[in-house]
C-alpha cells in the first residue's frame, strides 16, 4: 500500500531563512508521481510540483527546490530565503501507476516570522 | 482565468436538514473529486468521477452523494448532515488520459457549519 510521511508536523523560521520540508514514500509501484501543494490560511490548495519515478532530477523554480531521491525514497523541498508569505501548510503526495487518486502526508505548516 | 469555483463559500446548515454543494470548472478536465478536510488534517478524497463513471471510496458514509449532470459540473449532497460532518470540503479537477497521473487544482473550498 502507498503512504507518504511529513515527519515535521511544524516549522517555524524568521525571514530570509532557508527551510527544507521532508518527504518520504513507500510504493510498490515502479511508476509512481510525486506532487507537492501548498495551503495558505486562506485555504485552497495550490500545486507546486509534479515528478515522475523515472525522473530524478532535482529542479529549482525562483526561490523553491525540490530533491528527488529514489534511493532513500524521499522528496524534499526547499525554501530559500523565506518570506512571511511562505507561511502555509505544505503537503506531499503520492500517485501509483498510470492513473490513481491521490495519497496525502498528513502536511507540514510552515510560520515563518519577519 | 480557467479555474474549479465553488459555490457557496460558507454553508450553514441545520442537523439533518440536506445541503447541496457545487463546483464548476472551466479547465475542461475529465476528472473531478470532492475531498473533507478537517481542521489540521489533510484532504480526505469521499469519491471521484472520471469522465461520467462515479468512483466511491471504501469508507465514505452513505450520506455522502454526488452527482455530475455533466463535464463541467459536480455536486456533493449530504442528505442529513451530523456535527461531524462539518468541515471544508474541496472540489479538485485533473485531465486523466488513463497512462498519466497530471495534477489535481483545487478550487477555494466550501467550509460547512452544522448547527
Known amino acids: 500500500a502507498q503512504k507518504v510521511t511529513q515527519a515535521q508536523t511544524e516549522i517555524s523560521v524568521v525571514e530570509k531563512e532557508d527551510v527544507t520540508l521532508d518527504c518520504v514514500y513507500e510504493t510498490r509501484d515502479t511508476t509512481y508521481y510525486l506532487f507537492w501543494y501548498k495551503q495558505p490560511p486562506s485555504g485552497e490548495l495550490v500545486f507546486l510540483i509534479r515528478r515522475n519515478s523515472f525522473d530524478e532530477q532535482n529542479e529549482i523554480s525562483g526561490r523553491y527546490s525540490w530533491n528527488f531521491q529514489k534511493s532513500t525514497s524521499s522528496f524534499n523541498f526547499t525554501i530559500t530565503a523565506s518570506q512571511v508569505v511562505d507561511s502555509a501548510v505544505y503537503f506531499c503526495?503520492?500517485?501509483?501507476?498510470?492513473?490513481?487518486?491521490?495519497?496525502f502526508g498528513k502536511g507540514t505548516m510552515l510560520l515563518v516570522s519577519p | 482565468d480557467a479555474m474549479v469555483i465553488q459555490n457557496p463559500r460558507y454553508q450553514v446548515t441545520q442537523f439533518g436538514k440536506p445541503v447541496t454543494l457545487s463546483c464548476s470548472q472551466t479547465l475542461n478536465h475529465n476528472v473531478m473529486y470532492w475531498y473533507q478536510q478537517k481542521s489540521s488534517q489533510a484532504p480526505k478524497l469521499l469519491f471521484h468521477y472520471y469522465d461520467k463513471d462515479f468512483n466511491n471510496e471504501a469508507d465514505t458514509p452513505d450520506n455522502f452523494q454526488s452527482r455530475r449532470p455533466n463535464t463541467s459540473f459536480c455536486f456533493l449532497d449530504i442528505r442529513s448532515p451530523g456535527l461531524g460532518d462539518a468541515a471544508m470540503y474541496l472540489c479538485a479537477t485533473s485531465r486523466e488520459t488513463g497512462g498519466t497521473s497530471y495534477e489535481q487544482y483545487f478550487g477555494p473550498g466550501t467550509r460547512l457549519t452544522v448547527t
Open positions: 503526495a503520492l500517485s501509483e501507476g498510470g492513473y490513481s487518486t491521490l495519497t
